[in-house]
């Protein structure tokens, strides 16, 4: 969140839920395609799940449809077809109805953007992987949308939330899918989790607002510089200009692409920047995590 990134259409808020299933997992691969297998459970509580979703290879069944309230990406009502992401999950041997509270998935999008969801929210909202638009004209598959001064589609796997009414920052909306990491919380995120409890809560500010862009110790998204690795952002910017920086990016830089976060309470910014300058001390490289 401290250099510059695209600014992705990617967050949304529920207020209204349809419950498909009791969160759960229990991390056994079956060897169907597009998932990576065998795998034991005890080799998944040490490292990630990784599902690679192949388009090429239609990875993702598109029986199901879906009709969205109000698309994260497009702000309208939107159709799909594609599948529910629980019905995915059991596909690959992941088993909505045994899953740990404290497991994650983390999407990785073919333009570095890589957010994390909590599985229990993805489960209990509906989450569903949009492979087709079914409002696209006739031989499309999808209707481009505006994205600075260009046009983009969300394929070739998007994920949305079908029962929403307004958005606001509290859940992303991935396009450009190509693999699902899933796994508990210290095993997905262990290399940049904090380590001391009083920063918890600024971690969580941090995962919701900026691990999508940003990575620390090498865990998170691409879009924007590591956070952390070779040198944190508090050894060479100044530490009293970062706050201004966050809120307002564009004041400091012509032509930018990292959004404002003016959105956020100057305190919320304020604890994001003490992870961040936290995780100085907690240098970890990618080659010694655990992904």
């Not at 497991?103 to 569903?128: H, K, M």
Request: proline share 7%.
């Amino acid at each position: 969140m401290i250099n510059t990134m695209p600014n992705r259409t990617s967050s949304v808020a529920l207020v209204r839920v349809n419950p498909v299933c009791t969160l759960a997992l229990l991390i056994i691969f079956n060897g169907l395609s597009g998932c990576m297998s065998p795998l034991c459970p005890e080799v998944a509580h040490n490292k990630p799940i990784l599902i690679q979703l192949d388009a090429a290879a239609k990875t993702v069944d598109s029986s199901e449809t879906i009709k969205v309230e109000l698309d994260g990406v497009y702000k309208i009502q939107k159709r799909y077809r594609g599948m529910a992401l629980a019905h995915y999950l059991s596909k690959c041997g992941i088993i909505p109805e045994q899953a740990a509270s404290d497991t994650w998935i983390q999407f990785i999008c073919n333009d570095g953007y890589s957010p994390v969801e909590p599985l229990g929210s993805l489960i209990q909202n509906a989450a569903f992987i949009a492979t087709a638009d079914l409002d696209a004209s006739p031989g499309e598959a999808w209707v481009p949308f505006s994205y600075g001064n260009s046009q983009r589609r969300p394929g070739p796997y998007y994920l949305v939330w079908p029962y929403i009414e307004r958005t606001l920052n509290s859940h992303s909306c991935p396009y450009g899918i190509v693999v699902l990491y899933v796994g508990r919380n210290d095993v997905l995120m262990g290399a940049e989790l904090p380590k001391l409890q009083k920063f918890q809560r600024d971690f969580a500010l941090f995962r919701s607002n900026c691990m999508m862009c940003h990575s620390v110790n090498g865990v998170g998204g691409t879009l924007g510089v590591d956070l952390n690795l070779p040198r944190n952002v508090f050894e060479y910017w100044q530490a009293d200009k970062l706050n201004a920086y966050v809120a307002h990016p564009e004041s400091f830089r012509r032509n930018g692409k990292m959004p404002s976060f003016a959105h956020l309470r100057h305190d919320d910014i304020s604890e994001i920047l003490n992870y961040v300058k936290h995780m100085k001390a907690h240098k970890l490289e990618p080659s010694d995590a655990k992904r």
